[in-house]
């Protein structure tokens, strides 16, 4: 870590050339002529920015069993990523690089990271409880697809399985709420001193914890807790569920930024809630200004070019054969000596009917200034435009899943829409004077709400998240229907 600390930019272009190299006989090589690539603005001419409909017929064509089309060694692992709640499903080569390389390196970095900042750590004395996605592995024409969890804990290496809990066998199950109980039953015997997961579905697992044994707080069941590693959705809205459920002042939460298509950024320092940007994973990376952002059509800039507190898309090119593919995701640089970012939200998950450009960190921020004042607190959401109806002005409708609501909804109601006007100048003026925009509508969702919806779309578990923010109605109306 130390090497890309100090020479960040020279690691980096070095890495892009070892990659350029590695694949210039493959199909995708000889078509964007690698062999001539010799420096970065090469590769830009050469190659342009992707998105996963781009590559479908080469990665369906990988998936059948030919092989050399965008990588040289053999890919045989697919991660299933569905992206949204109701998207068509991806599948993202995995190779036997980007196992060992990138998603085994950085496990093992998040653990040297986490030590060194925690020197009085008793981690290593009980296990980690992993909680993974829900889908098993599946065979088809001797390739095989799963979820990225289950294909990394099935290449584990055999002593990785030692420290963790719960064993294999129950951490590929397929079923979630079996899967479930099969956990519960397995952990709460065990000494388990560190959880890994995503928040919102972690929290499902540690609540049927205390009911099925009727204690209080987790600490009574696992009292060498310390740490908590998570990642896949914001942690602000569940941080105080989290506190709640773990009253430890010296309990520690450590966030990870990774994907199906690798593990970019790691927290390295104890609470903090800034990344670090992984530079020697086998991944290059360029960033495209949302403020010019079109898609495939974008111009995309080099790390050396990027600067603070701009909002960027993230492009990607990896040792798994992704070439200058788009993830989708939205950061922001908070340091640039080192490389730490913040993750912003989602190049499509936003509103911006009305030109209000409402991003996930706005709503993220504005949620929490409401919570604070109402001492509510907020377990799930969604949030999509009311479209302008004849003379009637649009606005923005809420569902919200609270675990502890506002005394009064009309307050929350005003708190939040303040903030985002404090928050995103271009909210301010669509709501200034109710001109384009009305005052939100919120919407306080039943219990389980958002647990049944996932449910009745076979969505339960692992990776699959609550859209946050929408240019369409289709969740908001599908969550009305259920309330």
Request: aromatic residues 12%.
């Amino acid at each position: 870590m130390e090497l890309f600390l100090k020479y960040p930019i020279d690691v980096q272009e070095e890495l892009l050339l070892q990659l350029i190299a590695l694949a210039k006989h493959t199909e995708f090589g000889k078509q964007h002529k690698f062999s001539k690539i010799k420096s970065y603005s090469d590769f830009v001419q050469s190659v342009p920015i992707q998105k996963y409909e781009t590559i479908e017929p080469l990665i369906e064509r990988c998936r059948k069993g030919e092989q050399n089309l965008f990588w040289p060694t053999k890919i045989k692992w697919f991660a299933k990523s569905s992206g949204t709640t109701n998207a068509k499903s991806k599948f993202i080569p995995v190779s036997y690089e980007a196992l060992e390389e990138c998603h085994f390196n950085a496990g093992k970095d998040m653990l040297g990271l986490y030590i060194n900042n925690n020197k009085e750590t008793q981690l290593f004395t009980g296990k980690g409880l992993r909680l993974g996605g829900s889908s098993a592995i599946y065979e088809d024409n001797d390739t095989y697809f799963g979820d990225l969890s289950a294909i990394i804990i099935e290449n584990m290496p055999f002593w990785a399985d030692y420290s963790s809990a719960p064993k294999q066998e129950v951490a590929l199950m397929g079923e979630w709420e079996t899967k479930m109980e099969a956990i519960i039953d397995e952990t709460i015997k065990e000494n388990i001193t560190s959880l890994a997961g995503v928040p919102s579905w972690m929290l499902v697992l540690l609540n049927k914890v205390l009911e099925k044994t009727g204690k209080k707080h987790i600490l009574e069941v696992w009292p060498n807790l310390e740490v908590y590693f998570h990642g896949g959705v914001n942690f602000n809205p569940y941080r105080e569920q989290f506190k709640q459920l773990i009253p430890k002042k010296s309990f520690r939460y450590y966030e990870t930024y990774n994907a199906s298509e690798g593990f970019f950024a790691i927290q390295d320092r104890n609470n903090s809630d800034e990344l670090l940007l992984m530079l020697d994973y086998g991944i290059f990376y360029e960033f495209i200004p949302m403020s010019e952002y079109d898609g495939e059509n974008s111009k995309a800039i080099s790390l050396s070019e990027v600067k603070k507190d701009i909002n960027y898309a993230v492009v990607i090119t990896t040792n798994g054969g992704l070439w200058r593919y788009l993830i989708g995701d939205t950061v922001k640089f908070t340091s640039i000596a080192p490389y730490r970012i913040k993750i912003t939200g989602r190049t499509k998950h936003f509103i911006n009917v009305f030109g209000e450009e409402l991003i996930i960190e706005n709503a993220e921020e504005a949620l929490k200034s409401a919570c604070e004042k109402t001492k509510s607190i907020i377990k799930d959401y969604t949030v999509a435009p009311i479209f302008m109806n004849g003379n009637k002005n649009g606005g923005h409708e809420w569902i919200i899943e609270f675990e502890k609501q506002p005394e009064d909804i009309s307050f929350f109601t005003e708190i939040l829409d303040n903030a985002l006007k404090n928050c995103n100048s271009d909210y301010e003026a669509k709501r200034y004077n109710n001109m384009t925009l009305n005052m939100p509508k919120v919407q306080q969702a039943r219990t389980g709400l958002f647990y049944d919806w996932l449910k009745m779309k076979g969505k339960l578990g692992g990776q699959h998240k609550v859209p946050r923010l929408s240019n369409k109605r289709d969740f908001v109306e599908e969550l009305s229907e259920l309330l």
